[in-house]
């Protein structure tokens, strides 16, 4: 009588336990603020000069982007260079991003997403994100600097489809 308490003990819990594992499990996807931020914020902001911007793309919850700016040092002086995101981060309104290195040169951003004063999105500064830049720099024998500054990014004009209200 035993042996067969403990196996029905095992088969029940063998039950169990693949009725749990087949279970679907929740979705995982972004909160709905942030989803909704997202599909509005995408798109192109004034970087550090005039002709560079900084892309930012959010699909399904992932927050992507590049840096295209001018070199600085001699060997790109004045060179239009591109820098991906290595990794980035939108949580509510609060967003950051790095860059990977590019000829010794790489950022790191951490700051807010809000609304600007321009008020309809085919209009300079509908979004801004606020925060602090920080720019590396690391020299040929492998010495890094840093320097920080803060800084408001505004969003490039969007293309209002036909029929939309502006």
């Not at 989803?35 to 914020?41: D, F, R, S």
């Not at 010794?104 to 209009?123: C, I, L």
């Not at 801004?128 to 408001?152: F, M, N, P």
């Amino acid at each position: 009588m035993l042996k067969v308490l403990v196996l029905l003990g095992v088969a029940l819990s063998f039950v169990v336990t693949s009725a749990a594992q087949s279970r679907p499990k929740k979705a995982q996807g972004p909160a709905p603020q942030q989803k909704a931020l997202g599909n509005q914020i995408s798109g192109m902001y004034t970087f550090l000069r005039e002709g560079e911007f900084v892309q930012i793309t959010l699909e399904e919850g992932k927050l992507t982007g590049f840096v295209s700016r001018y070199g600085e040092r001699e060997s790109d002086k004045d060179a239009f260079l591109d820098q991906f995101f290595s990794k980035g981060s939108l949580d509510g309104n609060k967003i950051a991003f790095a860059t990977k290195p590019v000829h010794g040169t790489w950022f790191e951003f951490s700051g807010q997403v809000s609304r600007g004063e321009a008020k309809t999105p085919d209009t300079e500064g509908y979004w801004i994100i606020r925060g602090t830049l920080k720019q590396y720099d690391e020299d040929e024998s492998k010495h890094v600097t840093a320097k920080s500054r803060e800084i408001t990014f505004k969003s490039f004009p969007q293309d209002v489809e036909e029929g939309q209200p502006k």
